[in-house]
């Protein structure tokens, strides 16, 4: 089985698993045994640009990857609401505001910092064991409880037209960008909605590390990556001791000085081998990479 990551720059119109699934049979095929797939952090279909997918072992750092920064480039709408609060949904209501650069500035600050932040009902939380898209889309009452989230940093990079405009978002995993258009629309006395979406960050894999879809499936094994992509910003800790080295992947904890306090990555003969720990000076791996 192969290991490693598959950086897709995702184009509008697939679901992530749909492109999970396709990653994993098209590595089947050109390995001529079966492959596991999982993505490290859904985008919604009709979004676009940075989606990563662990290979083989490497499925098995989704928890290290889910509290990284990302950034998103998106187009909001002024004006009106949607049921899905992005451009695929049905207009549930319209105003006759539309604010201006100066007063969508002005606004920006008050979006910034910790907060809870309530999902979108079209979104695949679950909800009772059932995702809450498909509640909403059966007229169900959808009931969600506002979630904590963190902006970094919101810009308006683009005036689109006197209703639309582009912003580049800076944020915590878990925040729904079609959220952060109805709460700014909210903060200036209107109403908004996403237009699109382009993930330009996720956690170290930036878009210029992506290939598309097409461009993977038509030489698979070759856009296979290391996952030192996702585990460059961890602490790193090289393992030269060949007993040690035995005990430690025999699950035995061991003794050794100069550990990071931290969660860091194990390499053995410049291979990552492990996300590892530091227990009161003992070294003690936590997931397997190989």
């Known amino acids: 089985m192969m290991n490693g990551v598959v950086c897709i720059n995702k184009k509008s119109g697939m679901t992530s698993s749909d492109v999970v699934v396709k990653v994993r049979n098209a590595l089947t095929k050109a390995c001529g045994e079966k492959q596991k797939a999982g993505h490290f952090g859904t985008l919604d279909p009709e979004g676009m640009g940075v ?3 662990g290979i083989g072992a490497s499925t098995r750092l989704f928890d290290y990857t889910l509290n990284k920064k990302k950034v998103y480039r998106a187009a909001f709408v002024f004006g009106a609401e949607t049921d899905t609060l992005d451009a695929s949904g049905k207009i549930t209501n319209e105003c ?14 008050k979006m910034i ?24 889309r059966q007229g169900k009452e959808v009931d969600l409880a506002p979630r904590p989230i ?6 308006l990079t683009e005036k689109i037209n006197d209703r639309e405009y582009e912003f ?12 952060v258009a109805r709460d700014l629309a909210n903060v200036l006395g209107t109403l908004g909605y996403m237009k ?6 996720s956690g170290t894999v930036k878009l210029s590390n992506c290939v598309t879809l097409d461009e993977f499936l038509v030489s698979p094994q070759k856009y296979v990556q290391s996952n030192e992509i996702v585990l460059k910003d961890y602490p ?35 291979v990552n081998v492990a996300i590892a720990e530091n227990i009161n000076g003992y070294l003690k791996i936590k997931t397997r990479l190989i």
């Not at 007993?243 to 061991?254: H, P, W």
């Open 113 to 136: 910092g910790k907060q809870m932040q309530m999902p979108p009902k079209y979104s695949a939380l679950s909800v009772g064991g059932v995702k809450a898209y498909k509640l909403a």
């Open 51 to 53: 989606l990563v997918i």
């Open 236 to 270: 790193h800790y090289d393992l030269k001791d060949k007993k040690s080295e035995d005990k430690v992947l025999n699950g035995v904890k061991v003794a050794i000085k100069d550990l990071p306090n931290d969660d860091f990555v194990l390499t053995i003969n410049n």
């Open 96 to 109: 006759n505001f539309f604010p201006d650069e100066a007063e969508i500035k002005n606004a920006l600050g």
């Open 168 to 179: 580049l978002i800076t944020c915590s995993s878990g925040t729904y960008i079609r959220s």
């Open 150 to 155: 963190e902006i970094y940093d919101i810009k």
């Open 196 to 201: 699109y979406i382009i993930r330009e960050t």
